[in-house]
Nanobody, 121 residues
Framework: HVQLVESGGGSVQAGGSLTLSCAAS????????MGWFRQAPGKEREGVAA???????SYADSVKGRFTISQDNAKNTLYLQMNSLKPDDTAMYYC????????????????WGQGTQVTVS
C-alpha cells in the first residue's frame, strides 16, 4: 500500500531555511504526481508545490521564489527546500501523491502522509 512519511520540520526564526523530505513506498514512484500541502490552525489546507510527469513544477503564489520542490526518483523521495521563511509559513506540511491525469497532476490527491510541523517565529 502507498505510504508517505514526511520529515524535516521544526522551529526556525524568520528568514531561516528548512528542507522537508517525504519518503514514498508501496507504489511505482515515477508514475505518480507528488505534491506538498500545508494547513495552518483555523485555515483551510492549501497546495504549496507539485511536480508533473515531465518534471515541471508549480507553486502557490505565496511561496514562489522562496520554496523549491524536487525529487530523487532513485530514492523515491520528495523534497521541499524552504528559504526566507516567514511566520505566515507556520503550518503542518503534508506530502501527497496521486496518479497523473493526462500526464498532469490532478486537482485531488488520494494519498497523504502524516504531516510534519513547521513553526516560524
Amino acid at each position: 500500500h502507498v505510504q508517505l512519511v514526511e520529515s524535516g520540520g521544526g522551529s526556525v526564526q524568520a528568514g531561516g531555511s528548512l528542507t522537508l523530505s517525504c519518503a514514498a513506498s508501496g507504489y511505482t514512484y515515477s508514475n505518480y504526481c507528488m505534491g506538498w500541502f500545508r494547513q495552518a490552525p483555523g485555515k483551510e489546507r492549501e497546495g504549496v508545490a507539485a511536480i508533473d510527469s515531465d518534471g515541471s513544477t508549480s507553486y502557490a503564489d505565496s511561496v514562489k521564489g522562496r520554496f523549491t520542490i524536487s525529487q530523487d526518483n532513485a530514492k523515491n523521495t520528495l523534497y521541499l527546500q524552504m528559504n526566507s521563511l516567514k511566520p505566515d509559513d507556520t503550518a503542518m506540511y503534508y506530502c501527497a501523491a496521486e496518479g497523473f491525469v493526462g500526464g498532469r497532476c490532478p486537482d485531488d490527491f488520494g494519498y497523504w502522509g502524516q504531516g510534519t510541523q513547521v513553526t516560524v517565529s
